[in-house]
């Protein structure tokens, strides 16, 4: 079953973009291995909160992302 873990920063996306998200890589999956795999293909959207993310050592906030 291909599966596929996107982390994306919380409350950014609207149900009508994250229905296209996961449409768009279900798609991706089924171009690689078949439209055999488009019915076991599984795609979770974690939505993380601000303050959540860190690179570098140091915590990334919507502020220094451009969000704010």
């Not at 291909?2 to 089924?30: H, M, Q, R």
């Not at 915590?59 to 969000?67: F, H």
């Amino acid at each position: 079953m291909p599966f596929a873990n996107l982390k994306v920063p919380a409350d950014t996306l609207t149900p009508e973009s994250k229905k296209k998200l996961i449409d768009a890589v279900t798609d991706a999956y089924a171009d690689v291995y078949g439209e055999r795999a488009r019915a076991t293909t599984l795609v979770l959207l974690e939505e993380v909160p601000d303050g959540g993310w860190g690179l570098g050592g140091g915590i990334l906030t919507a502020e220094m992302l451009g969000r704010s």
